[in-house]
Nanobody, 120 residues
Framework: QVQLVESGGGLVQAGGSLRLSCAAP????????MGWYRQTPGRDREMVAR????????YGNNDLKGRFTISGDDADKMIWLQMTRLRPEATGIYYC?????????????WGQGTRVTVST
């Protein structure tokens, strides 16, 4: 079973920073898209930032774009999410996601989630 491995969540005070990491298994040889999503209390899962199929960056909204930065290493199939000036409303579970080609067609894979808690 293909799994993603996430790390970097934790507890941070408002205004602080965290860096999340996600690694794909070595048996994934190419990727269509990869990115970060989150689920905060009372809300549906939303896109935080991702790389599109053409490598273009997308952010969930301008506010996230100004404080969060997604980066990636295509060779190692890793992505990171640098989060700065964190606010309590950013508290939630953060998931990495990859879309990759397989013999069955495009496959989605999600990480197990890493919890981010921003205290006041």
């Amino acid at each position: 079973q293909v799994q993603l491995v996430e790390s970097g969540g934790g507890l941070v005070q408002a205004g602080g920073s965290l860096r999340l990491s996600c690694a794909a298994p070595k048996n994934i040889y190419s990727i269509y898209t990869m990115g970060w999503y989150r689920q905060t209390p009372g809300r549906d899962r939303e896109m935080v930032a991702r790389f599109g199929e053409n490598g273009k960056l997308y952010y969930g909204n301008n506010d996230l774009k100004g404080r969060f930065t997604i980066s990636g290493d295509d060779a190692d199939k890793m992505i990171w999410l640098q989060m700065t000036r964190l606010r309590p409303e950013a508290t939630g579970i953060y998931y990495c996601h990859y879309l990759y080609p397989s013999a069955r067609g495009p496959e989605n894979i999600w990480g197990q989630g890493t919890r981010v808690t921003v205290s006041t």
